[in-house]
Nanobody, 125 residues
Framework: QVQLVEVGGGLVQRGASLTLSCVISDRTDRNYVMGWFRQAPGKEYEFVGCISRSGTYRYYGDPGKGRFTIDRDNAARTMSLQMNGLTLEDTAVYYC??????????????????WGQGTQVTVSS
């Protein structure tokens, strides 16, 4: 069974930075393509970005281009999302996700089999 746990959400001021982490645990040493999604109140899930198994390739959705950075530490089984220049529009529940599919990256919600419980990020003015 694969479990994902996000940590690091909270309340921050506009313009601030925040880093989220995702810890993956399972009974194997299998590596996964991992991604971040978010859902703002009353809105659909939005793709934030993903990272390949080795960490070589990163692909970002529109919300985070130029402001967000995804990284991973396979030895520690963690993935991070560094967010800079946060705006009110970044307020959402952020989810990490993982897929065992063989491709390099995935951007659609239904391509990911495993999900964390989400962590709330609230940006205030």
């Amino acid at each position: 069974q694969v479990q994902l746990v996000e940590v690091g959400g909270g309340l921050v001021q506009r313009g601030a930075s925040l880093t989220l982490s995702c810890v993956i645990s399972d009974r194997t040493d299998r590596n996964y393509v991992m991604g971040w999604f978010r859902q703002a109140p009353g809105k659909e899930y939005e793709f934030v970005g993903c990272i390949s198994r080795s960490g070589t390739y990163r692909y970002y959705g529109d919300p985070g281009k130029g402001r967000f950075t995804i990284d991973r530490d396979n030895a520690a089984r963690t993935m991070s999302l560094q967010m800079n220049g946060l705006t009110l529009e970044d307020t959402a529940v952020y989810y990490c996700a993982a897929t065992g599919q063989s491709g390099t990256y995935y951007t659609e919600r239904d391509e990911y089999e495993y999900w964390g419980q989400g962590t709330q990020v609230t940006v205030s003015s």
